[in-house]
């Protein structure tokens, strides 16, 4: 049975929290954030850790090149002390423009094994008290020797990696605990790519498939006019559509022609026809959109083929006032079922 997140936006630092409130006291079993150039993904956890009390509160992601892996192990420990052992440390680089431009790296090759090498040695630190990390990597050098007796860690912290194209999905299969899937992954793209990726990896350091948990924002928009959602869910599809990243994930779902027409209009800055070039059958495959109804029912297409479901709303072209909106809906809409055993927890918490 898979489970259901919501990831949590907001124009200013209190309305996120709020959200993640509204999607912690509904019910739902994570609250998901991210980072860009205009938010901090570790600030937003700390926030939302201080007014949710028992979902899982995870990052999608966090920029794993812009922090040494000190301060990502270090930021992570003390950002789950503060929920109480709830964080998921969801890691990703971003893409390779993004690594250069944005967080000045020189080298971005090889990002799958950037990522890889980030990961085994978070973990190394949070295990200092086994003695000194020593570490010559391609990507990282450390030699990190306590001056005093460290403490074990409190718990394992789980971490996803992000995942797109086969290769970084291999990763989460290689070293993570998760996967964090982008909005455009398609359940064909899951079963064919995704899935066989994991268990790629797993098998190349022996570890069972099973283990990693499959997770991936769908982009959601309930209206009561079903073509203002649709309409919504295509501008998102055509803003990541325009990033020739996410070709793979085209292909595979047979939206090749629609991804070159949406990339030469982005490259006029024709927004109208980028959105244009969004067909009813990529919305209806790339998105869940419509009335509530509609929505509801739409989103079991993904029940078993993700474990965990994280519901994502639109936000190119809309305003700030409909994004909350949107999310107030979804939260009211498609929260899942409260459990007795839930129930008894919060009249004792």
């Given at each position: 049975?898979?489970?259901?997140?919501v990831s949590v936006l907001g124009a200013d630092l209190e309305t996120l929290v709020a959200t993640a409130e509204a999607a912690d006291a509904a019910g739902f079993e994570a609250a998901w954030t991210s980072e860009f150039?205009?938010?901090?993904?570790?600030?937003?956890?700390?926030?939302?850790?201080?007014?949710?009390?028992?979902?899982?509160?995870?990052?999608?992601?966090?920029?794993?090149?812009?922090?040494?892996?000190?301060?990502?192990?270090?930021?992570?420990?003390?950002?789950?002390?503060?929920?109480?052992?709830?964080?998921?440390?969801?890691?990703?680089?971003?893409?390779?423009?993004?690594?250069?431009?944005?967080?000045?790296?020189?080298?971005?090759?090889?990002?799958?094994?950037?990522?890889?090498?980030?990961?085994?040695?978070?973990?190394?630190?949070?295990?200092?008290?086994?003695?000194?990390?020593?570490?010559?990597?391609?990507?990282?050098?450390m030699n990190l020797v306590p001056t005093g007796a460290v403490e074990p860690p409190r718990r394992a912290i789980p971490i996803v990696t992000a995942g797109v194209r086969p290769r970084m999905c291999e990763v989460a299969?290689?070293?993570?605990?998760?996967?964090?899937?982008?909005?455009?992954?398609?359940?064909?793209?899951?079963?064919?790519?995704?899935?066989?990726?994991?268990?790629?990896?797993?098998?190349?350091?022996?570890?069972?498939?099973?283990?990693?948990?499959?997770?991936?924002?769908?982009?959601?928009?309930?209206?009561?006019?079903?073509?203002?959602?649709?309409?919504?869910?295509?501008?998102?599809?055509a803003f990541y559509s325009s990033v020739k990243t996410y070709d793979t994930v085209l292909d595979v779902s047979g939206f090749a022609k629609q991804g070159e027409a949406i990339r030469e209009a982005f490259a006029r800055?024709?927004?109208?026809?980028?959105?244009?070039?969004?067909?009813?059958?990529?919305?209806?495959?790339?998105?869940?959109?419509?009335?509530?109804?509609?929505?509801?029912?739409?989103?079991?297409?993904?029940?078993?083929?993700?474990?965990?479901?994280?519901?994502?709303?639109?936000?190119?072209?809309?305003?700030?006032?409909?994004?909350?909106?949107?999310?107030?809906?979804?939260?009211?809409?498609?929260?899942?079922?409260?459990?007795?055993?839930?129930?008894?927890?919060?009249?004792?918490?």
């Amino acid at each position: 049975m898979s489970s259901y997140g919501v990831s949590v936006l907001g124009a200013d630092l209190e309305t996120l929290v709020a959200t993640a409130e509204a999607a912690d006291a509904a019910g739902f079993e994570a609250a998901w954030t991210s980072e860009f150039y205009t938010r901090s993904g570790s600030v937003s956890l700390a926030a939302m850790a201080g007014r949710t009390r028992r979902c899982r509160l995870g990052s999608s992601i966090l920029y794993g090149v812009g922090r040494s892996p000190l301060v990502l192990a270090t930021e992570a420990q003390d950002l789950d002390e503060i929920a109480g052992g709830r964080i998921v440390l969801g890691l990703g680089n971003g893409t390779r423009r993004m690594m250069s431009d944005w967080h000045g790296i020189a080298d971005t090759s090889a990002p799958a094994l950037r990522m890889e090498e980030l990961v085994g040695l978070i973990r190394k630190i949070w295990n200092l008290h086994q003695g000194p990390v020593r570490h010559e990597g391609r990507f990282y050098r450390m030699n990190l020797v306590p001056t005093g007796a460290v403490e074990p860690p409190r718990r394992a912290i789980p971490i996803v990696t992000a995942g797109v194209r086969p290769r970084m999905c291999e990763v989460a299969g290689r070293v993570g605990d998760g996967i964090a899937g982008h909005p455009l992954l398609t359940t064909n793209y899951v079963e064919e790519i995704v899935r066989p990726a994991i268990a790629k990896g797993a098998a190349h350091t022996g570890r069972d498939p099973r283990d990693v948990e499959v997770i991936s924002m769908v982009i959601c928009a309930i209206h009561d006019d079903p073509e203002i959602a649709r309409r919504e869910a295509a501008q998102q599809i055509a803003f990541y559509s325009s990033v020739k990243t996410y070709d793979t994930v085209l292909d595979v779902s047979g939206f090749a022609k629609q991804g070159e027409a949406i990339r030469e209009a982005f490259a006029r800055r024709d927004l109208p026809a980028m959105f244009a070039a969004v067909t009813d059958d990529m919305i209806d495959t790339m998105a869940v959109a419509g009335t509530a109804q509609m929505v509801k029912h739409g989103l079991k297409r993904y029940e078993g083929v993700l474990d965990h479901i994280v519901l994502y709303s639109p936000s190119i072209g809309l305003s700030p006032e409909r994004v909350q909106q949107n999310l107030h809906s979804l939260i009211h809409e498609c929260a899942p079922p409260v459990s007795n055993s839930s129930a008894k927890r919060g009249d004792h918490d």
